[in-house]
């Protein structure tokens, strides 16, 4: 009904016994549809006041794609950061052609936080806003929300656990500043090539732990 226009974004959801008999179904097959639904964030149900088609957005629709993303093994983490190598250099790539003053404001504000930081879970959280404020900088929101499912927190944070051993961190946090030179140059090209050995690097410590992982 939604895919053929009868329902729209924000429409409420007829009558449990209505609906049910529109499909052809019992009312405990819809009630259980609904619930699926509803998981997937296409139906919202407001208590005392029924059902109701979400907004549908990009957002809303990809946010469990995180959830997928954090029960990734060890083992098919490094399929997800490859994923993550061809999406966002194309993001940051755009950012850099859209820039605007506040954007190279909060991502020089982001770099200068990231310096100071004590803890691996600071690190983190700058980490996803970089990253989450130059895929938003693409104008391209499905997109933004790939890669923002594509970054959950407990994988950031088992990346950059391993990452702050040894001289991995200064040099990420080197990374992050050449990606902000290129996207305040706003040179694309420049940008994108940044952004490529950025997440290359990352892959190539994961690979690497992966191989001494199973070495031992």
Known sequence: MILDGRLHPGDRLPPEADLAADLGLSRTSLREAVRALCFLRVLQTRQGDGTYVSS????????????VVDLQRDDTLLDVVAVRRV??????????????????????????????CTTVAQLVDEDLHFHRRLADASGNPVLASLLDG????????????????????????VEHRTILEAVEAGDPERARAAAVLHVAGVESWLASAAGTAEAS
């Open 150 to 173: 594509l970054s959950a927190p407990t994988v950031r944070l088992r990346v950059w656990r391993g990452l702050s051993d040894g001289h991995n961190l200064d040099r990420t946090l």
């Open 56 to 67: 549908l957005g990009p957002a809303m629709l990809l946010d469990a794609l995180s959830l």
């Open 87 to 116: 999406l966002e250099p194309e993001a940051t790539a755009l950012a850099a052609a859209r820039r605007s003053p506040a954007l190279l404001h909060d991502l020089r504000a982001s770099c200068d936080r990231s310096v100071r």
